[in-house]
Nanobody
């Protein structure tokens, strides 16, 4: 079992930045690839970014590529999402998720553990 807790959400103006954190407790964090997903009202949960369990490879949704950056610190049991040049369409609840694999996945069904989510609101 691994427990995930996100933090860092909030309200920001378009063009601004936010940094999300996700702290894990429980079993060995470095055993898990990690992903960030988001869900806007009335929409399905969508992949945002993923990182391998060692942190040597990342991938991003096209909609955030070049603006968001995922990283992790296995010594601190944490994964981060740096979000720059935010747009109103980035407004959503953001979730971190853990997958018992070396590789991250763009599918939410491949992740066994989820945080409770943190709200990000971008005003125009």
């Amino acid at each position: 079992q691994v427990q995930l807790v996100e933090s860092g959400g909030g309200l920001v103006q378009a063009g601004g930045s936010l940094s999300l954190s996700c702290t894990a407790s429980g079993r060995t964090f470095s055993s898990y690839a990690m992903g960030w997903f988001r869900q806007a009202p009335g929409k399905e949960r969508e992949f945002v970014a993923g990182i391998t369990r060692s942190g040597d490879s990342t991938n991003y949704a096209n909609s955030v590529k070049g603006r968001f950056s995922i990283s992790r610190d296995n010594a601190k049991n944490a994964v981060f999402l740096q979000m720059n040049s935010l747009k109103p369409e980035d407004t959503a609840v953001y979730y971190c998720a853990a997958r018992s694999s070396r590789w991250s996945s763009t599918s939410s069904y491949d992740y066994g553990y989820w945080g409770q989510g943190t709200q990000v609101t971008v005003s125009s």
